[in-house]
């Protein structure tokens, strides 16, 4: 099992409604993709009106990322809205290797 994990910024004031625009944009895509176990999305605040977001999805191998990302998986996807609420681009996602845990997506 794979994580993929993204971070960037944003308002915080925006919270709400960007978690309501990824999750349908790239929350879509990440379930419609065959080798997707799931998806979340996690808020913190910074300070001064400014929020870190992170969307952490698991995947069955790398392989399958390639059907959601691009051959090019190690690069961000984008959406055209996403201007509008990011303060950023990251360029790039991590990538995990899970070993071990428990919950629902824990490995078998």
Partial sequence: MILRRWTGRIRTADEAEYRDYIAGTGGVEYRATPGNLGWQMVFRELGEGVSEVTTLSWWTDLTVIKGFAGDDYEKAVYYP????????????VDHFRVADGSGPLAPA
């Fill in 81 to 92: 809205e996403d201007d509008r609420f990011l303060l950023d681009r990251p360029p790039g």
